[in-house]
């Protein structure tokens, strides 16, 4: 079967860093686009980054661009988004996704093949 499992969520100060990751499993990995997504208490889930199957090509949402950077190691088939300057409204359960040969830009407006159980991070001021 395949699995999604997040890691690295916690508590963090405003203007602090926090590094979450993704381990992918029953899939071929270079076969996939990878993206992160978050959904804050009473809020829609929201798209935050995306990644092609090789790394070279990379998406964001407006509202993280120069704080969040998402990169993968297809060697460890993993994914992973780099979170700096973090806000308090950034708190929110962290969900990774997976589609099958889907461009970075595309990972927001499509439907991913497959979610991880999320990771929860929160962000006090």
């Known amino acids: 079967q395949v699995q999604l499992v997040e890691s690295g969520g916690g508590l963090v100060q405003a203007g602090g860093s926090l590094r979450l990751s993704c381990a992918a499993s029953?899939?071929?990995?270079?076969?996939?686009?990878m993206a992160w997504f978050r959904q804050a208490p009473g809020k829609e889930r929201e798209f935050v980054a995306a990644?092609?199957?090789?790394?070279?090509?990379?998406y964001y949402a407006d509202s993280v661009k120069g704080r969040f950077t998402i990169s993968r190691d297809n060697a460890k088939n993993t994914v992973s988004l780099q979170m700096n300057s973090l806000k308090p409204e950034d708190t929110a359960v962290y969900y990774c996704?997976?589609?099958?040969?889907?461009?970075?830009?595309?990972?927001?407006?499509?439907?991913?093949?497959?979610w991880g159980q999320g990771t929860q991070v929160t962000v006090s001021s």
């Open positions: 990644i092609n199957w090789s790394g070279a090509m990379t």
């Open positions: 029953g899939l071929t990995f270079t076969n996939y686009a």
């Open positions: 996704a997976a589609r099958y040969k889907t461009a970075a830009q595309d990972m927001g407006s499509t439907s991913s093949d497959y």
